[in-house]
């Protein structure tokens, strides 16, 4: 909702608090078939109609992968894919988490590929310090079986209430960063986006963190979270979502710089991605392209009237999105029949 709808909404539940996920329940699997015509070929959202909370996606070969927070699927769900549409959800890409993790609690989960393996960034409850930190895994495939590096976390930042929803960005001169935020909405603290520098290998924190922005625009409530960061034609796009994550409030919003560590300045259109029809709470966005260039918004949303983990699930959806000028807009989020992302070879 936007305007006067979307502001007298937001004020009369300004005092809920986003982020927290929990472990995500069991649901119905089957995806939403593409829809066949006579032209090019459409599909439908959602393309996985089942619980698959703060979605990832990567691109590796002519494969897909998509990765989701903790549920019935194990510690780290995953699915994969051909063209975008069509998923089959195969098992946990984690099933063995170090011994530092307290299970149960491992949340957003994203994968990129650095010096020839693939390193998985993810959050989890740290036995020591109690509050929910980013790790770091490795493994020799896309699908895994990751392996934990290191005895402890990669980022918590305790007195700022914790980090979650870590997520890679490798620039065009092939460095490595990641970002995050910090989990103050957890104890009544603000919440900020960060990014710091990541060693080659992806394993190791360098150089200094740089606070991006923090939480203060009205939709945005008391919690901004799930950093995506994505680089065109001189711009760096900074996706995040904002508003607490069980409610039809949660929606997506960005910000724009010309260097990586920014300034970066938000969109006076914000939030670009909210709730419409029957799609409530849109939100935990990646940025995917197809086998064309194009690119895809995929983000998890819940059906209207059955919010929250007790009422309903958060299924797998995919709009387009495009960048040009310093400017992002999406087309979602959409029930009706779309063409479909171009598939590859």
Request: glycine residues 12%; positive net charge; contains cysteine.
């Amino acid at each position: 909702m936007k305007g006067a709808v979307f502001l007298a909404a937001l004020l009369g539940t300004f005092g809920l608090l986003g982020g927290g996920r929990g472990p995500a329940p069991a649901s119905p699997a089957p995806a939403a078939p593409p829809v066949t015509s006579a032209g090019p070929p459409t599909f439908r959202n959602p393309v996985i109609d089942r619980n698959f909370p703060d979605p990832f996606l990567l691109k590796d070969g002519a494969s897909y992968y998509a990765y989701a927070t903790n549920g019935a699927g194990g510690n780290v769900p995953y699915a994969v894919s051909r063209d975008l549409v069509n998923w089959e959800v195969r098992g946990d890409a984690f099933p063995v988490l170090p011994a530092w993790v307290q299970p149960g609690l491992t949340w957003a989960p994203e994968v990129a590929r650095l010096r020839g393996q693939y390193v998985l960034y993810f959050t989890a409850r740290d036995r020591k310090s109690d509050r929910q930190c980013i790790g770091v895994a490795v493994a020799k495939s896309a699908v895994g079986p990751f392996q934990g590096v290191g005895t402890g976390p990669l980022v918590c930042q305790v007195s700022e209430g914790g980090s979650i929803d870590a997520s890679p960005f490798v620039d065009t001169d092939g460095k490595a960063y990641l970002l995050w935020k910090n989990d103050g909405n957890c104890c009544n603290l603000a919440t900020s986006l960060y990014l710091q520098p990541l060693s080659p290998d992806g394993l190791k924190l360098t150089g200094k963190a740089t606070s991006l922005f923090s939480n203060f625009a009205l939709w945005e409530g008391n919690v901004i979270e799930a950093p995506t960061l994505y680089k065109k034609s001189g711009y760096y796009y900074l996706l995040y979502s904002g508003g607490p994550f069980d409610s039809d409030l949660y929606a997506v919003g960005y910000a724009t710089a010309q260097r990586v560590t920014g300034p970066y300045r938000r969109a006076s259109e914000n939030p670009i991605l909210v709730s419409k029809g029957e799609v409530a709470g849109p939100g935990h966005q990646a940025v995917i392209t197809d086998a064309a260039g194009q690119t895809w918004l995929a983000y998890h949303a819940w059906t209207s009237g059955q919010i929250g983990d007790d009422k309903g699930y958060r299924s797998l959806r995919l709009d387009r999105i495009d960048f040009r000028n310093g400017r992002a807009t999406v087309s979602g989020p959409t029930l009706t029949p779309q063409r479909a992302p171009a598939a590859g070879p």
